[in-house]
T-cell receptor, first 113, second 114 residues
Framework: GESVGLHLPTLSVQEGDNSIINCAYS??????FIWYKQESGKGPQFIID?????DKRQGQRVTVLLNKTVKHLSLQIAATQPGDSAVYFC????????????FGQGTTLQVKP | DTGVSQDPRHKITKRGQNVTFRCDPI?????LYWYRQTLGQGPEFLTY????????KSRLLSDRFSAERPKGSFSTLEIQRTEQGDSAMYLC????????????FGPGTRLTVL
């Protein structure tokens, strides 16, 4: 079936270090990918997205890398801050003619002061 | 606040009762989505609307679930004859139509079925 998976359920980093959160997706037809951050008791919050015609996209302190050959997506957070502590989800659209997103299970990022 | 809003934020009900949730999307967004999220899992797609038309439904949306968006603005999600397995966070999101882009999520409605 369709699924988006994350390699690690929990990632613990020191404040100021860079964080890398990985995601493996299974649907070759997906052409849109997105990273969300979810804090406890809140809805997912957009971080960054990327389309399949790109392999890298940068935002403020975040970079998303897409490797379509191995169906791998990663989120890099530079100079991780305590406010970055949350659950991070990657999601894919499954195909270009659907509006839905397919989410993975999430990686919990813990930032140690 | 011009984001997506959901009401109620929390709902506790007894098994067998009907519940209805409301979602108000960002005003200029014509797509509206419903997802369900259980503890420790990512959101699971339920259904989505473009304006008032329901364009896609997940097989997770059993016949006890119904969603409407009568005027293409707010949407309701009703669950009839609730079961304990329906306990979850119900999330609503909205976006612009066209080339797929960011979906903006609301805070969710936490449903607990006793």
């Amino acid at each position: 079936g369709e699924s988006v998976g994350l390699h690690l359920p929990t990632l613990s980093v020191q404040e100021g270090d860079n964080s890398i959160i990985n995601c493996a997706y299974s649907n070759s037809a997906s052409d849109y990918f997105i990273w969300y951050k979810q804090e406890s008791g809140k809805g997912p919050q957009f971080i960054i997205d990327i389309r399949s015609n790109m392999d890298k996209r940068q935002g403020q302190r975040v970079t998303v890398l897409l490797n379509k050959t191995v169906k791998h997506l990663s989120l890099q957070i530079a100079a991780t801050q305590p406010g970055d502590s949350a659950v991070y989800f990657c999601a894919e659209n499954g195909s270009s003619n659907t509006g839905k997103l397919i989410f993975g299970q999430g990686t919990t990022l813990q930032v140690k002061p | 606040d011009t984001g997506v809003s959901q009401d109620p934020r929390h709902k506790i009900t007894k098994r067998g009762q009907n519940v209805t949730f409301r979602c108000d999307p960002i005003s200029e967004h014509n797509r509206l989505y419903w997802y369900r999220q259980t503890l420790g899992q990512g959101p699971e797609f339920l259904t989505y609307f473009q304006n008032e038309a329901q364009l896609e439904k997940s097989r997770l949306l059993s016949d006890r679930f119904s969603a409407e968006r009568p005027k293409g603005s707010f949407s309701t999600l009703e669950i009839q004859r609730t079961e304990q397995g329906d306990s979850a966070m119900y999330l609503c999101a909205s976006s612009l139509a066209g080339l797929q882009g960011e979906q903006f999520f609301g805070p969710g409605t936490r449903l607990t079925v006793l």
